[in-house]
């Protein structure tokens, strides 16, 4: 076993900002790769958007951008460009997230960066792909929650059109685009060949949602709506206890004999006796299942479904996730010491029995690295602000 990860000795120039293109190169920085993170003069914006134990160094940053190494480079210059160009010839992933237009201008498409490097792979991560008609719109998480139809959705569910309470779609596509560029990296490896990928936020989002609610609409003619119906079912939802609420899924035909048998022997009809017909009807079986719910505690219900082996679970807040039993005995928190006290960061959810990821260490200051990475390539800061000293 090593401790260096599936990807020790790739290495990644990433000019990526935010979440999206951030959050794929993190997870990237966990199984060993060594990203270089090129920032502007000013960092990348996410440095500034959250609390945090010094200016700079928000909590979203720090947790994204954690195991990296930052570089400042000013690319509207000269020596910038040419210290990127040093960088992208010894890379094996070259990852950004300005549109189109804008990295073409500065030099660094896809055309100029193979020149210098036929077989790097290039991720570009876009709103939506340049192959279409908005190809150079600007895109955040809330807009493409809206266009995806999620948070159409979510007014089938609250009767008021709502974003959910996380960054899906940045996530959703950091994601996309770390399987995307492994993939062109596997290709590599067969073939020699390096290549161009794109991941447009609209595009993985468009496609998440219709992973279910294609559903009847997929089929020509029509069976029926873009929708999934359980899903948005009003009285999908947690339920209502004696004393507090609970999540669980009484659905397949196991689970229900089993509730049925044990609580409610005078749903056995025909009327409900198989999965098809309950999903038929599925609002209606939820708002039964919600009235006898009420009628014990939580504590109840998850010993009984625990013992009929119903999935079932509590309402945990996002700060239980750190005290749970389950997370803590997996080792998925992973304490790291910083110059700022200990930070505990949600690790590696993912497990390898011969080359494990772990974090590698806290998210950089701005600029820290720039005079170790430049030298790698044979340059030196020499005081110019350009190259990070400024």
């Not at 599925?282 to 625990?306: K, M, P, S």
């Amino acid at each position: 076993m090593t401790e260096a990860g599936p990807l020790r000795g790739v290495r990644v120039v990433d000019l990526t900002a935010m979440v999206m293109g951030p959050y794929c190169t993190q997870i990237m920085a966990d199984m060993g790769a060594d990203v270089i993170k090129i920032e502007p003069p000013a960092g990348d914006n996410t440095r500034y958007i959250s609390v945090g134990p010094a200016s700079g160094m928000s909590g979203v940053f720090v947790n994204v951008n954690r195991g990296k190494r930052s570089a400042v480079l000013d690319l509207h210059t000269e020596d910038g460009q040419a210290a990127l160009r040093a960088l992208i010839a010894g890379a094996d992933v070259f990852i950004h997230s300005m549109r189109g237009k804008a990295v073409g201008k500065l030099g660094f498409d896809y055309q100029a960066v193979a020149a210098i490097n036929p077989g790097i792979v290039y991720t570009n991560c876009y709103g939506y792909s340049r192959r279409g008609p908005e190809g150079d719109r600007p895109a955040y998480d809330d807009t493409i929650q809206a266009e995806c139809g999620l948070a159409a959705v979510q007014e089938q569910l609250t009767g008021e059109a709502d974003y959910v309470g996380t960054i899906m779609a940045d996530k959703v596509a950091g994601l996309t685009a770390l399987y995307a560029t492994m993939m062109a990296l596997f290709h590599r490896e067969r073939t020699g060949e390096g290549q161009e990928v794109e991941v447009g936020m609209f595009e993985t989002m468009a496609s998440f949602m219709l992973v279910e609610h294609a559903n009847g609409a997929m089929f020509d003619p029509p069976l029926g709506p873009a929708v999934y119906p359980r899903t948005v079912a009003p009285n999908r939802k947690p339920y209502a206890t004696k004393d507090g609420h609970i999540a669980a899924l009484i659905y397949n035909d196991k689970h229900w004999d089993a509730f049925i048998t044990a609580v409610r022997p005078e749903w056995n009809s025909e009327l409900y006796a198989t999965l098809e017909r309950r999903a038929k009807q599925i609002d209606t079986v939820y708002g039964l299942i919600a009235q006898t719910l009420r009628e014990r505690t939580t504590d109840e219900w998850l010993a009984l479904f625990r013992e009929l082996e119903i999935p079932a679970a509590p309402i945990h807040t996002p700060d239980a996730l750190f005290d749970d039993p389950h997370l803590a005995a997996v080792g998925l928190f992973e304490t790291v010491q910083t110059q700022h006290g200990p930070v505990r960061f949600p690790g590696v959810p993912t497990w390898f029995s011969r080359t494990p990821g772990r974090v590698r260490g806290y998210a950089p200051e701005l600029g820290a690295d720039t005079a170790e990475v430049l030298a790698e390539v044979g340059l030196t800061i020499d005081a110019k602000p350009a190259l990070g000293s400024g």
